[in-house]
């Protein structure tokens, strides 16, 4: 009887289940009977095992999860510490390119973009990359610096949270669907949208554009909330009158 519920049930019941089953038929064993017969013939339940390697990447996933601690704390005056960093999509031609960027809080420059045909793990690894040679060239360690994304699939990466970790910077996320926690850069890329003409434009073209765009927006755009001067020459006035 024992088997012949085993095998109905294609191997996939224990000795509590068959325990009951056998009830239901107003037979009644306990469970140490059951599992000495189930022993005896090798009635063995193929229960579903644990898949280690994905609880493994679950647990890093769960770690690569990190807290607000920008805040929408937005208003900064010291340069090179405080960044916020997003992807955003052009459709062009009926393709889509993605921009990443990376854009200091204090002064509004555009410390480092990257265009790519794709929206991918090393779009965002390249954007770092760029990062860390602009650090470089201006002297400054990346060890002072927080930087603040979404939670979009690449910066939750296991990859690039130990690349961040790897350099000394600081990771921030927003909270699940709330783009307002990364609000500099969002309003960011609506004006750049409005700004630029590029529904026609190829992918080496929209390419010359966004790097001509960049270099006007940093050294020529003047903003009214910061002393009326373009990022960098706000910058370079942070750096030396603001303590």
Same mark, same amino acid.
């Given at each position: ?56 990447? *679950?647990?890093? $996933? ?5 807290? +607000?601690? /920008?805040?929408?704390?937005?208003? &900064?005056?010291?340069? !090179? @510490? ?50 860390? *040679?602009?650090? $470089? ?5 990346? +060890?002072? /610096?927080?930087?603040?994304?979404? &939670?979009?699939?690449? !910066? @939750? ?60 927006? +940093? ?25």
């Amino acid at each position: 009887m024992i088997k012949e519920i085993f095998d109905n049930k294609k191997a996939k019941v224990g000795a509590r289940t068959i325990k009951m089953e056998l009830e239901n038929q107003g037979i009644t064993m306990n469970l140490k009977k059951i599992r000495r017969i189930m022993k005896k013939y090798n009635l063995f339940c193929l229960v579903r095992r644990i898949n280690k390697a994905r609880v493994s990447l *679950k647990k890093n $996933k769960e770690n690569m999860y990190v807290k +607000n601690l /920008l805040n929408r704390e937005f208003e &900064q005056f010291t340069p !090179y @510490t405080y960044a916020s960093t997003d992807i955003t999509y052009l459709r062009h031609k009926n393709i889509f390119s993605f921009l990443s960027v990376v854009k200091d809080l204090a002064t509004g420059e555009i410390m480092t973009w990257k265009l790519s045909k794709e929206m991918n793990l090393k779009l965002v690894l390249e954007t770092i990359d760029n990062l860390e *040679k602009y650090f $470089k060239k201006s002297n400054l360690k990346l +060890n002072n /610096l927080l930087l603040h994304s979404d &939670q979009g699939f690449q !910066y @939750t990466n296991l990859v690039y949270y130990e690349k961040l970790k790897r350099l000394g910077i600081t990771q921030s996320m927003s909270r699940r669907g709330n783009s307002v926690d990364n609000a500099p850069i969002e309003s960011f890329f609506g004006h750049m949208k409005d700004e630029i003409d590029y529904k026609n434009l190829d992918f080496d073209e929209l390419k010359e554009l966004i790097d001509s765009h960049m270099v006007e927006y +940093n050294y020529k755009r003047k903003q009214w909330g910061r002393k009326r001067l373009a990022p960098v020459h706000y910058r370079n006035y942070l750096l030396n009158f603001v303590v």
